[in-house]
Protein backbone atom coordinates (compact mmCIF):
# COMPACT_ATOMS: atom_id res chain seq x y z
CA UNK A 1 0.00 0.00 0.00
CA UNK A 2 2.42 2.24 0.94
CA UNK A 3 4.33 2.14 -2.69
CA UNK A 4 1.03 2.41 -4.12
CA UNK A 5 0.44 5.74 -2.36
CA UNK A 6 3.68 7.35 -3.47
CA UNK A 7 3.09 6.27 -6.96
CA UNK A 8 -0.31 8.05 -6.66
CA UNK A 9 1.55 11.30 -4.81
CA UNK A 10 4.03 11.48 -8.16
CA UNK A 11 1.06 13.04 -10.75
CA UNK A 12 0.01 16.09 -8.65
CA UNK A 13 3.73 17.25 -7.94
CA UNK A 14 4.65 17.11 -11.91
CA UNK A 15 1.53 18.73 -12.41
CA UNK A 16 1.75 21.77 -10.11
CA UNK A 17 5.64 21.63 -11.71
CA UNK A 18 4.08 21.99 -15.53
CA UNK A 19 1.74 24.40 -14.16
CA UNK A 20 4.12 26.60 -12.63
CA UNK A 21 6.00 26.18 -16.10
CA UNK A 22 3.40 27.04 -17.56
CA UNK A 23 2.57 30.53 -15.55
CA UNK A 24 5.96 31.49 -16.03
CA UNK A 25 5.84 30.76 -19.82
CA UNK A 26 2.15 33.55 -19.76
CA UNK A 27 3.87 35.86 -17.56
CA UNK A 28 7.03 35.94 -19.98
CA UNK A 29 4.73 36.08 -23.06
CA UNK A 30 3.11 39.32 -21.88
CA UNK A 31 5.97 41.10 -20.43
CA UNK A 32 5.59 44.91 -21.80
CA UNK A 33 8.19 46.03 -24.38
CA UNK A 34 10.07 48.96 -23.37
CA UNK A 35 11.54 51.79 -25.46
CA UNK A 36 14.74 52.26 -24.80
CA UNK A 37 17.09 55.38 -26.37
CA UNK A 38 19.93 57.39 -26.15
CA UNK A 39 20.25 61.25 -26.36
CA UNK A 40 23.23 62.99 -28.21
CA UNK A 41 23.59 65.35 -25.06
CA UNK A 42 22.21 66.51 -21.86
CA UNK A 43 21.03 69.86 -23.38
CA UNK A 44 20.32 72.02 -26.84
CA UNK A 45 21.33 75.10 -27.26
CA UNK A 46 19.49 77.00 -29.98
CA UNK A 47 21.70 80.31 -31.03
CA UNK A 48 19.39 82.75 -32.27
CA UNK A 49 22.44 84.04 -34.98
CA UNK A 50 22.62 80.79 -36.21
CA UNK A 51 18.96 79.77 -36.05
CA UNK A 52 18.50 75.99 -35.84
CA UNK A 53 19.93 73.17 -34.21
CA UNK A 54 20.29 69.72 -35.04
CA UNK A 55 20.14 66.48 -31.84
CA UNK A 56 20.58 62.89 -32.63
CA UNK A 57 18.81 60.17 -30.92
CA UNK A 58 19.72 56.63 -30.99
CA UNK A 59 17.07 53.76 -30.48
CA UNK A 60 18.93 51.41 -28.11
CA UNK A 61 16.41 48.63 -27.97
CA UNK A 62 15.68 45.60 -30.01
CA UNK A 63 12.25 46.87 -31.74
CA UNK A 64 11.62 49.97 -33.53
CA UNK A 65 10.09 52.60 -31.46
CA UNK A 66 8.12 55.87 -32.60
CA UNK A 67 9.46 59.02 -31.30
CA UNK A 68 7.66 61.82 -30.96
CA UNK A 69 9.16 65.64 -29.97
CA UNK A 70 7.84 68.67 -28.59
CA UNK A 71 8.76 71.81 -26.93
CA UNK A 72 7.57 73.13 -24.04
CA UNK A 73 7.28 76.95 -22.43
CA UNK A 74 8.65 77.21 -18.63
CA UNK A 75 8.00 81.30 -18.50
CA UNK A 76 4.30 81.17 -19.69
CA UNK A 77 6.00 82.38 -22.70
CA UNK A 78 4.87 80.88 -26.24
CA UNK A 79 8.78 80.87 -27.82
CA UNK A 80 8.26 76.96 -28.23
CA UNK A 81 5.56 77.84 -31.13
CA UNK A 82 8.50 79.81 -33.05
CA UNK A 83 10.39 76.86 -33.09
CA UNK A 84 9.58 74.11 -35.67
CA UNK A 85 10.43 70.89 -35.02
CA UNK A 86 11.36 68.60 -38.11
CA UNK A 87 10.39 65.81 -37.94
CA UNK A 88 7.62 65.89 -34.62
CA UNK A 89 7.21 62.50 -34.71
CA UNK A 90 9.41 59.54 -36.25
CA UNK A 91 10.00 55.93 -36.53
CA UNK A 92 13.57 54.78 -35.47
CA UNK A 93 14.96 51.63 -36.56
CA UNK A 94 16.45 48.91 -33.64
CA UNK A 95 20.37 49.98 -33.26
CA UNK A 96 19.40 52.82 -35.53
CA UNK A 97 19.58 57.03 -34.78
CA UNK A 98 17.82 59.72 -36.24
CA UNK A 99 18.34 63.27 -36.69
CA UNK A 100 15.98 66.24 -34.85
CA UNK A 101 16.17 69.75 -36.42
CA UNK A 102 14.71 72.74 -34.11
CA UNK A 103 14.41 75.44 -36.91
CA UNK A 104 13.81 79.33 -34.63
CA UNK A 105 11.30 81.20 -36.94
CA UNK A 106 12.07 84.89 -38.16
CA UNK A 107 10.63 87.25 -35.39
CA UNK A 108 11.49 89.79 -33.00
CA UNK A 109 15.06 89.76 -31.90
CA UNK A 110 15.48 88.07 -28.14
CA UNK A 111 16.37 90.71 -25.43
CA UNK A 112 17.39 87.62 -23.02
CA UNK A 113 18.22 83.59 -22.60
CA UNK A 114 14.76 81.60 -22.78
CA UNK A 115 15.25 78.02 -21.46
CA UNK A 116 12.32 75.55 -22.70
CA UNK A 117 12.31 72.12 -22.11
CA UNK A 118 12.92 69.57 -24.51
CA UNK A 119 10.81 66.34 -23.74
CA UNK A 120 11.54 63.04 -25.98
CA UNK A 121 8.80 60.40 -25.74
CA UNK A 122 9.48 56.84 -27.51
CA UNK A 123 7.00 53.79 -27.74
CA UNK A 124 7.92 50.65 -29.10
CA UNK A 125 6.20 49.09 -31.80
CA UNK A 126 6.75 45.61 -30.57
CA UNK A 127 5.04 42.41 -31.72
CA UNK A 128 1.19 41.95 -31.75
CA UNK A 129 0.01 41.00 -28.26
CA UNK A 130 2.55 42.40 -26.60
CA UNK A 131 2.04 45.74 -23.77
CA UNK A 132 3.32 49.09 -25.00
CA UNK A 133 5.67 51.19 -22.53
CA UNK A 134 6.42 54.77 -23.22
CA UNK A 135 9.48 56.09 -22.00
CA UNK A 136 10.08 60.06 -21.79
CA UNK A 137 13.39 61.43 -21.56
CA UNK A 138 12.83 65.54 -20.82
CA UNK A 139 15.81 68.23 -21.02
CA UNK A 140 16.58 71.58 -21.26
CA UNK A 141 16.80 73.60 -23.68
CA UNK A 142 18.02 77.24 -24.08
CA UNK A 143 17.70 79.78 -26.85
CA UNK A 144 20.54 82.05 -27.35
CA UNK A 145 20.03 85.22 -28.18
CA UNK A 146 22.64 86.81 -30.32
CA UNK A 147 22.56 90.33 -28.55
CA UNK A 148 23.38 88.66 -25.06
CA UNK A 149 26.91 87.19 -24.96
CA UNK A 150 27.63 84.08 -23.16
CA UNK A 151 28.81 83.42 -19.92
CA UNK A 152 29.96 80.41 -17.95
CA UNK A 153 29.32 81.91 -14.91
CA UNK A 154 25.39 83.64 -14.95
CA UNK A 155 24.72 82.62 -10.97
CA UNK A 156 26.96 86.09 -10.50
CA UNK A 157 24.30 87.87 -11.09
CA UNK A 158 22.31 86.58 -8.16
CA UNK A 159 21.05 88.77 -5.71
CA UNK A 160 19.65 88.07 -2.34
CA UNK A 161 17.91 89.98 0.11
CA UNK A 162 15.44 88.94 3.42
CA UNK A 163 12.45 90.14 4.08
CA UNK A 164 10.73 89.41 6.87
CA UNK A 165 10.64 85.94 7.17
CA UNK A 166 11.08 85.48 3.39
CA UNK A 167 14.87 84.52 1.45
CA UNK A 168 14.41 86.91 -1.89
CA UNK A 169 15.97 85.47 -4.76
CA UNK A 170 16.53 87.68 -7.77
CA UNK A 171 18.13 87.29 -10.90
CA UNK A 172 18.44 90.54 -12.42
CA UNK A 173 20.32 89.12 -15.37
CA UNK A 174 19.85 88.17 -18.64
CA UNK A 175 20.98 85.05 -18.44
CA UNK A 176 18.98 81.68 -17.59
CA UNK A 177 20.94 80.49 -14.06
CA UNK A 178 20.80 76.67 -13.83
CA UNK A 179 21.47 75.33 -10.54
CA UNK A 180 21.05 72.93 -7.62
CA UNK A 181 17.74 72.55 -5.99
CA UNK A 182 18.25 73.60 -2.43
CA UNK A 183 20.66 76.19 -0.63
CA UNK A 184 22.45 76.41 2.49
CA UNK A 185 22.03 79.52 4.64
CA UNK A 186 24.92 80.70 6.80
CA UNK A 187 25.10 80.56 9.56
CA UNK A 188 23.26 77.52 10.66
CA UNK A 189 24.15 75.29 7.45
CA UNK A 190 20.32 75.12 7.29
CA UNK A 191 18.85 73.66 4.03
CA UNK A 192 16.20 75.40 2.20
CA UNK A 193 14.58 73.26 -0.94
CA UNK A 194 13.84 74.87 -4.46
CA UNK A 195 11.07 74.05 -6.56
CA UNK A 196 13.05 73.82 -9.75
CA UNK A 197 16.88 73.90 -11.19
CA UNK A 198 16.57 77.42 -12.26
CA UNK A 199 15.72 80.54 -12.43
CA UNK A 200 14.77 82.27 -15.24
CA UNK A 201 15.81 86.21 -16.67
CA UNK A 202 13.92 88.63 -14.49
CA UNK A 203 12.80 85.94 -12.24
CA UNK A 204 12.20 86.71 -8.16
CA UNK A 205 11.19 83.47 -5.98
CA UNK A 206 10.73 83.82 -1.99
CA UNK A 207 11.56 81.54 0.08
CA UNK A 208 10.01 80.68 3.95
CA UNK A 209 13.28 80.39 6.39
CA UNK A 210 14.05 81.53 9.47
CA UNK A 211 16.94 83.32 11.34
CA UNK A 212 18.68 86.25 9.21
CA UNK A 213 21.23 84.05 7.22
CA UNK A 214 24.23 86.46 6.11
CA UNK A 215 25.54 83.86 3.01
CA UNK A 216 24.23 81.15 0.44
CA UNK A 217 25.34 78.54 -0.47
CA UNK A 218 24.70 77.01 -3.67
CA UNK A 219 25.33 74.64 -6.62
CA UNK A 220 25.48 76.20 -9.88
CA UNK A 221 24.80 73.81 -12.48
CA UNK A 222 26.35 74.14 -16.61
CA UNK A 223 24.61 74.72 -19.25
CA UNK A 224 23.81 71.16 -19.83
CA UNK A 225 22.97 70.29 -16.01
CA UNK A 226 26.37 69.31 -14.95
CA UNK A 227 27.45 70.00 -11.33
CA UNK A 228 29.77 72.55 -10.56
CA UNK A 229 31.75 73.59 -7.49
CA UNK A 230 29.28 75.04 -4.85
CA UNK A 231 29.50 78.90 -4.53
CA UNK A 232 29.39 81.11 -2.07
CA UNK A 233 27.01 84.50 -2.13
CA UNK A 234 26.55 87.47 0.45
CA UNK A 235 22.98 87.97 1.65
CA UNK A 236 22.24 91.62 1.27
CA UNK A 237 20.60 93.95 4.29
Do not use: C
Not at 2 to 18: V, W
Not at 160 to 165: L, N
Not at 216 to 228: A, E, Q, V
Amino acid sequence: MSITSRKNAHPPLLLSILLGLGLLVSLLMVTPAQASFKLESTGIILNESEGRVSFNIQNTSSAPLLLVTKLIDLDGGNLSKQILISPPITRIDADQSQQVNFVLKKGAPLTHEVLLKASFEGVSQAVDNSAKMPIRQDIGFIVQPSSVAQTKTPWEDLKFSVEGQQLVITNPGKHVIRLAPQLTLLPGNKIVPLENYYLLAGETKRLAISGNPTSIILTPLSRYGFKLPEVTLPVSK
